[in-house]
């Protein structure tokens, strides 16, 4: 299985723009144009998921749109869900989505949670990875169950690579 870890866009701060919960931040203007050179350099680049996994939160949702988009996905190949909120341990996740199979699969989601989910993946809490805004991390998991350590990073790319 193919697993692409993304990190969502620059969003707004809690109190800017009368923004007051952290569910509810929007992407900035900046946050918006990372998302849409995102989405097309990674279909440029050949990356094509048959399911994308999506935060709740509003930044890692509008983070999603131009994603979805450009890889023309519809129906139960966009899933929504609390599991990929701030807080879930990597278990619970790497059950969730073990339910819900595809061969290449995107999770768009938040900081530390995808770093920890990254170093799960492949075994290794020491191995400190860290997701830009807008950044990627690809990998390649045996099988087609995720698991601790079953995962092997093949790249990790920063908001600046597109």
Not at 7 to 12: E, F, I, K, P, Q
Not at 49 to 73: H, N, Y
Not at 136 to 152: F, H, M, N, P, T
Request: proline share 4%; glycine share 10%.
């Amino acid at each position: 299985m193919d697993v692409y870890l993304i990190r969502h866009a620059d969003a707004v701060q809690l109190g800017e723009a009368g923004v007051t919960e952290d569910f509810d931040r929007p992407l900035t203007e900046t946050g918006r144009a990372q998302a849409q050179k995102l989405a097309r350099a990674l279909l440029a680049r050949g990356v094509r998921i048959d399911r994308l996994f999506v935060s709740p939160l509003v930044r890692a949702l509008q983070t999603a749109e131009p994603l979805i988009a450009e890889w023309g996905l519809a129906g139960d190949a966009v899933v929504t869900s609390k599991v990929l909120a701030p807080g879930v341990r990597c278990r619970k996740v790497a059950e969730w989505i073990n339910n819900r199979p595809g061969a290449a699969v995107g999770l768009v989601g938040h900081r530390p949670d995808l770093n920890e989910f990254a170093a799960w993946l492949i075994g290794s809490k020491q191995v400190q990875i860290s997701l830009d805004k807008a950044g990627v991390a690809y990998i390649r998991v045996d099988g087609s169950e995720l698991e601790k350590g079953a995962g092997e990073l093949v790249w990790l790319l920063p908001e600046a690579w597109v």
